[in-house]
């Protein structure tokens, strides 16, 4: 999908997303960060933001599970308790269209490349302080992050520890970044874990400022492409396949990874 900063448009796309996940037999949808909103610039990002009791976009989401009988992993912006910042966060629809879980992002999207973009994201937006642990789910048991925690293994080495069998890093990464780094990084992950990943990702040009990468991935325990999507935005579109937990267990069981805790601290 690409967001723009509109709700409504943005709710109808996701609408069109949950009636092919639907039709295609899905289990449960995975949509990108910032899936509420993109906006043009950090003051914008302020305007926009809603709570989840008053967002129409995420009272939309909501009922689309609810009456699809489909979890929804999706981004979204929340107000800070202090109102000078939004949050950046990931929240777990359940069926019945209840918020059964949220964590806010970590680590923030600060560049300035010469030559490239400049992006401060930690203007408007609140860090989070917390991993949130991981919860079983129809699929497996699931850890969450977002975007540019995917740099930082040590969230994923984190969740693997507690038990998670698939990551997600639903994104809006950025156009020259992403070509270099966003499959390395989902791979490198993917391998080190040995877990299914699952980054959805915004894709095309959002507004006059801001385009994303697209390439919305899943990646195997092995480190496999299992399915993607391409970079440009033609429309609201899915890539699925099966997230076999058997795959997870074959991984872990043949290629064991004994972290060395007795030589460095552990993650």
């Known amino acids: 999908m690409c967001s723009t900063s509109s709700m409504a448009h943005n709710l109808a796309q996701c609408r069109v997303l949950v009636s092919k996940a639907v039709k295609a037999g899905a289990t449960a949808l995975f949509l990108p960060e910032a899936a509420d909103y993109v906006a043009h610039d950090g003051k914008e990002t302020m305007a926009l933001v809603k709570s989840v009791q008053e967002s129409e976009f995420v009272l939309g989401i909501q009922r689309e599970a609810r009456k699809a009988k489909l979890p929804i992993n999706v981004g979204v912006h929340e107000p800070t308790e202090n109102g000078k910042k939004v949050k950046n966060t990931l929240l777990w629809i359940d069926q019945h269209g209840s918020i059964a879980q949220r964590y806010q992002k970590l680590h923030l999207f600060d560049i300035d490349l010469k030559d490239g973009p400049v992006l401060k994201e930690s203007d408007s937006v609140e860090r989070g302080s917390e991993i949130l642990a991981p919860f079983e789910t129809n699929l497996g048991k699931i850890g969450l992050a977002i975007c540019f925690d995917l740099r930082f293994p ?38 080190e874990t040995q877990s299914w990943v699952i980054a959805a990702a915004q894709a095309g040009q959002h507004n006059e400022k801001r385009a994303s990468y697209g390439h919305s991935v899943i990646v195997s325990p092995w480190g496999e492409v299992k399915a993607e999507l391409g970079g440009e935005f033609d429309g609201p579109e899915i890539a699925f396949t099966d997230v076999d937990m058997q795959e997870v267990e074959k991984v872990r069981r043949e290629m064991p990874l004994v972290r060395r805790t007795d030589v460095y601290p552990e993650v």
């Open 154 to 191: 040590e969230i994923g080495l984190a969740l693997r520890r507690q038990g998670a069998q698939i990551l997600t890093y639903p994104s809006a990464f950025a156009v020259v970044t992403g070509k270099v780094h966003w499959h390395t990084l989902l791979k490198a992950r993917a391998i």
